[in-house]
């Protein structure tokens, strides 16, 4: 892959053989590690994916044996993201700061291929622009994110007094924050502590990984709370560090990976299970994670704030297929 104009367009390798016939997002992503399937799909749609002067706009287009793609990325659209009116789940809200219940499928903040619809554009809107501005133009008010596949709470400065005061505890790993998992296997020993330094990996970018050097510390404690016929597991976890992709990381080396990861994904284990409950579980369509509870320290007031936030749908149904397994 090479890219040329600062970065501005990119070009794949020639489709081999071997990648004739396939769709052409996962293609690109694969190719690209600067995009992910669901940026690649926002350009085709927009008329930015080029087989030579032919503009390529379906994501289940078929790539072509020879076929150089080429990627042009827009110009920014605004320096500052817009203000939508994307309906929130608020938990709590005052005027120093919002918790809120995101979504699967949101994005927390603008990035290339997703300048629009995220949470940031909704929280610009219902908080009228009183958002901080630590976090600089694009991520007002942002002081921790959690994948955009991931559900569950968040807590967003409103001014930089809250931001300064939430960041701290983040940085002391003060913050109290609890996440529910769906996994593949059973951890062996069902409950304790994995520690392991997580930095970007050397053999595909767009995964974090496990180093024995360098990286950032990373801290998971873990207890399974259900057993699903030896086969799958319904396991809690705090966090005392916060690094990107955690869990899906520390789970994922104990040979726990989530059930609907298709980034950290091993050998599927839902054996032990019949149809179509296998089936379901196997075709998840997002990591089976959950953000549940958050507790912090009001920056302002100095009182004790926790906040908990259910399953969403999709989970509640994974947990209903599996419950008729638990042990």
Known sequence: MDSENNNKIFYTNPVSETT??????????????????????????????FADEEIIADKNFKTRLGDVYQITL??????????????????????????????????????????????????????????????GVARPGIVHRIDRNTSGIL?????DIAHRGLAEQFFKHSIERTYFAFVYNVPAPLKGTIEGNIARSSFDRK?????????KTAVTHYETVTIYNNAASLVKCNLETG????????????????IGDEVYKGKKSILKLPEPV?????????????????GFIHPRTGKKLTFQADFPEDLQLLKKQLENYRL
């Open 155 to 159: 807590v967003v400065a409103k001014n």
């Open 20 to 49: 004739a016939s396939e769709r052409i997002d996962k293609f690109i992503a694969t190719e690209i590690d600067a995009f992910s399937r669901s940026q690649v799909q926002k350009l085709l749609e927009d008329g930015y994916v």
């Open 74 to 135: 827009p110009e920014p659209e605004a320096a500052t993201p817009v203000a939508e009116d994307i309906p929130l789940d608020v938990l709590y809200e005052d005027n120093d700061l919002i918790v809120v219940n995101k979504p699967a499928g949101m994005t927390v903040h603008p990035a290339a291929g997703a300048y629009n619809g995220t949470l940031v554009n909704a929280l610009l809107f219902h908080c009228k622009g009183s958002l901080s501005g630590i976090g």
């Open 278 to 294: 296998k089936s379901f579980v196997n075709s998840f369509p997002r990591q089976a994670l959950h953000a549940a509870s958050l």
């Open 207 to 215: 995964k974090m990984a496990l180093v024995q050097q360098g990286g």
């Open 243 to 258: 690094r990107t992709h955690q869990i899906r990381v520390h789970l994922s080396s104990i040979g726990c990976h989530l």
